[in-house]
């Protein structure tokens, strides 16, 4: 949806930069990234076959922008729910509860995010992947921590995160929003998953 002004509040009209991001995310997730067009994009967007390559120069590069700030967004969660507490076990369930549910929200967008990384470009995956190491180590030093600490009893802290993570990601391809769950129903679950597998203990 348009952003909202900051002074006035009023909604301002999405820039063609935007309508092209937002449509390219739905073809992608319909067709595919190889069997959708650049017409189809334009064409979502409502603008001239011709309108992406004024803002994008191929239609790899629009999927390196909606893959590119889809895992940055991914990495400040994690980030973010680091820095919430000095406690692993809190760290753990606000990473868990935010990454779940941010993958149950966007969920279109999250199956093109993490399911077309071979479509793009050998630079531009090189440069998704560092992005993807980061969010792994946020994930690792958690669990790392809470065993350091002694609350956490998994013999093995890189192959849990790496767990937990995968979990946290298949939501997007399951999950519908007319479903039976809601996307706080399956974090809050995930989140007892969680601290099973890393060994929680009370």
Request: proline share 3%; charged share 25%.
């Amino acid at each position: 949806m348009p952003d909202a002004h900051p002074k006035t509040g009023e909604s301002r009209p999405e820039s063609a930069r935007d309508r092209l991001i937002a449509a390219g995310v739905e073809a992608f997730a319909a067709k595919g990234f190889h069997g959708t067009t650049t017409r189809d994009i334009s064409s979502a967007a409502g603008m001239s076959p011709a309108a992406l390559y004024v803002h994008y120069k191929s239609k790899e590069e629009l999927l390196y922008q909606i893959s590119r700030t889809g895992h940055e967004a991914t990495l400040q969660l994690l980030r973010e729910s680091r820095a919430s507490s000095d406690d692993p076990a809190e760290q753990l369930l606000a990473a868990v509860r935010e990454f779940v549910a941010h993958h149950a929200r966007g969920h279109t967008r999250a199956r093109i995010v993490n399911y077309e990384l071979s479509a793009l470009s050998a630079e531009h995956y090189e440069e998704i992947r560092a992005i993807r190491r980061a969010i792994n180590q946020e994930m690792r030093q958690i669990v790392e921590s809470g065993v350091a600490r002694g609350m956490f009893h998994t013999p093995n802290a890189r192959m849990t995160a790496l767990a937990l993570l995968s979990l946290g990601v298949d939501v997007a391809r399951w999950y519908r929003d007319e479903g039976e769950w809601s996307h706080q129903d399956i974090a809050d679950h995930y989140c007892e998953l969680a601290l099973r597998m890393v060994g929680a203990r009370a």
